[in-house]
């Protein structure tokens, strides 16, 4: 269930929103990047892997870049101090598995295990403490509470979080300011995209030598929602099949702009 996609880096798909899960291979163990969405699909991860996980590392808060499987071991899981703070919030409220529960694509909910959901340890802005390849995170207020994307020097590979889709469409925070905000993302993005040969988006297709490309369509989409204007982006105009649903979140996301714009 593992394709290599650069040297000492691989990346699982899983089947229901192709989610990627990135695996970085160091001297004594690897690096889960987004473990996955399912028990099954983790089981099968860690049954796949050719060495021990040392450490974990969560995106961002949403509920399909923080689970785990115990199966992948007792290892820190890292995110940003703002992601760890949000889940720790999240857990200390008693009702907090109903909510996420409540959340799930219905067809996934019976295999998913919330246990060791959202338990994460936060790590300022630097790179990842482990005996491995270098590995930067890159903050940035775009899409969610606390986002991070990591860049694995080495083999010139971007992992992008929940941005860079070749699926989604910019999906935007309205509990900030859900403009600004996304372009300063793209900005920290585009300001080390010279050292990217390789971009893996946390949902779609990874993505080789476009890593500009992928800036400059997302860039047009948050401008046109800022203008009003008409959005000739493939993602909405030409999805893949199965994937017409992905206009829904658009015009949701046009009402919700204009909602918060007038505020």
Known sequence: MLTQVAEGVLVHQSELLQNN?????????????????????????????????????STHPDWDHVLWHAQLGEVPRYGTTRCAAFMRDLRSNADWEARVTAGLPPEIADDMSLELFGLITDLPAGEIPWDGPTVRIIEHPAHATGHAALLIEESGVLVAGDMLSDLFVPMLDFDADPI??????????????????????????????????????????????????TFDDSRITDPPPGWDWVS????????????????
């Open 21 to 57: 899960t990135a695996v970085v291979q160091g001297r004594n163990g690897v690096l889960i990047i987004d473990a996955g969405i399912t028990d099954a699909e983790m089981a099968c991860l860690a049954s796949d892997l050719d060495q021990p996980v040392v450490a974990g590392f």
């Open 180 to 229: 600004e905000d996304y372009l300063v993302g793209l900005q920290r993005l585009e300001e080390v995209a010279d050292g990217v040969e390789v971009v893996v988006p946390g949902h779609g297709s990874v993505g080789s030598g476009d890593v500009r490309k992928r800036i400059e369509q997302d860039r047009a989409y948050v401008h046109a929602l800022r203008a009003g204007g």
């Open 248 to 263: 829904d979140i658009h015009n949701g996301q046009v009402q919700q702009f204009a909602n918060w714009r007038a505020r």
